[in-house]
């Protein structure tokens, strides 16, 4: 959905196209409905203090969900904490312990998504990357390269498969693996 005129009412179409999906995707990870809601509002908070700055360039809806999944992953590492301060008699040194933990188990899943990522055929990183981290759509891609949509779409299933498939192979199986493999 390009943006034309970075106004309110762009914002407010875009936001009633994406609200229920977030909530849906955000319900079915976080199984609570007061706290699906909240991840939607500050989604969308966070999209529209950065919707000035997003063009025709960048695709706003791979922006949302990065968003929309980055909170998912916030808030379920949380409940985690709170669940496990709950369940026992933790002292407040093993929690921290605990969340630092998890932290770090987290960093270490982005950097074997970084090696997966690291390790694609030049052309297929190159067109995994614009799709990623500059947020283009599949034909802004293919025009940019100057291939086809259809080659672009087929790189990055490719690309995305090996990546799920490495950090597989070279990550212990969490919790927020699982969530980050279920987005690819």
Known sequence: ???ENNNALDFKTFFLLYKDKVYKYAYLHLKEEPAAADLVQE??????????ELDGNKNPQSYL???ARNLVFDELRKQKVRF???ASDIDQ??????????????????????????KLPKARLEIFLLCKEEFLDNQEIADRLGISVNT????????NKFVRQY?????????????FLNIF
Not at 152 to 159: A, S, T
């Open 1 to 3: 959905m390009p943006i």
């Open 152 to 159: 672009v779409r087929d790189q990055l299933v490719k690309g």
């Open 93 to 118: 040194t093993k929690l921290v312990d605990n969340s630092n933990e998890e932290t770090i188990r987290f960093k270490d899943l982005e950097r074997v998504y970084r090696e997966a990522i690291s």
């Open 65 to 67: 969900y990065t968003i």
């Open 43 to 52: 989604t969308f908070s966070r999209i529209w203090k950065k919707w000035a």
């Open 167 to 179: 950090i597989i192979d070279h990550f212990e199986i969490s919790i927020a693996l699982l969530i």
């Open 84 to 86: 496990q301060f709950q």
